[in-house]
């Protein structure tokens, strides 16, 4: 189980404040779907709000205990029906560096016959990420935005 400070803690409960329940627990108790649910919800999120119906403090306290131990969350706050959980979140996937520009992609260019009762010409084209393709059926480069000397004078 995982341990909070209470500054952390505090924090949690700021930002759990404004979520809605993501799982929820009927009187039956906790099965292993619910577990699964909760630990896939962990992963995305990092904190969620459980809700467990039933009138049995004992039990919600049970439950709150069992989801903790079993999935190494920490317990944030419990009130009522309501339970807050948080684990953190694993390192995402490496993100593509915004330096790049967009890859090469294959574009299909359909031109009509010029006397209209052939068929049309289709074409399949590599396309550069700063290249697109016009109604007629052109490769056009984009071109830089044009920058006003007036604003750049006056440091916009």
């Known amino acids: 189980m995982l341990k909070l400070t209470s500054a952390e803690r505090s924090e949690l409960r700021s930002q759990a404040h404004g979520l809605n329940p993501v799982v929820l627990i009927s009187e039956d108790g906790l099965k292993p779907s619910l577990m699964k649910e909760i630990d896939a919800s962990l992963n995305s999120h990092g904190l969620i709000k459980v809700r467990v119906f039933g009138d049995d403090r004992e039990a919600r306290i049970a439950i709150y205990e069992t989801i903790c131990e079993k999935l190494g969350a920490a317990p944030v706050q419990h009130?009522?029906?309501?339970?807050?959980?948080?684990?953190?979140?694993?390192?995402?996937?490496?993100?593509?560096?915004?330096?790049?520009?967009?890859?090469?992609?294959?574009?299909?260019?359909?031109?009509?016959?010029?006397?209209?009762?052939?068929?049309?010409?289709?074409?399949?084209?590599?396309?550069?990420?700063?290249?697109?393709?016009?109604?007629?059926?052109?490769?056009?480069?984009?071109?830089?935005?044009?920058?006003s000397s007036k604003k750049s004078a006056l440091g916009r």
Request: net charge positive; no cysteine.
């Open 79 to 147: 009130i009522g029906k309501l339970l807050v959980l948080y684990r953190p979140q694993k390192d995402a996937a490496k993100e593509r560096s915004e330096s790049r520009g967009k890859g090469m992609r294959e574009v299909t260019i359909v031109k009509p016959s010029p006397s209209g009762t052939k068929r049309p010409s289709v074409t399949k084209v590599m396309v550069k990420g700063n290249e697109r393709v016009t109604q007629g059926g052109n490769i056009k480069r984009a071109k830089p935005r044009q920058k």
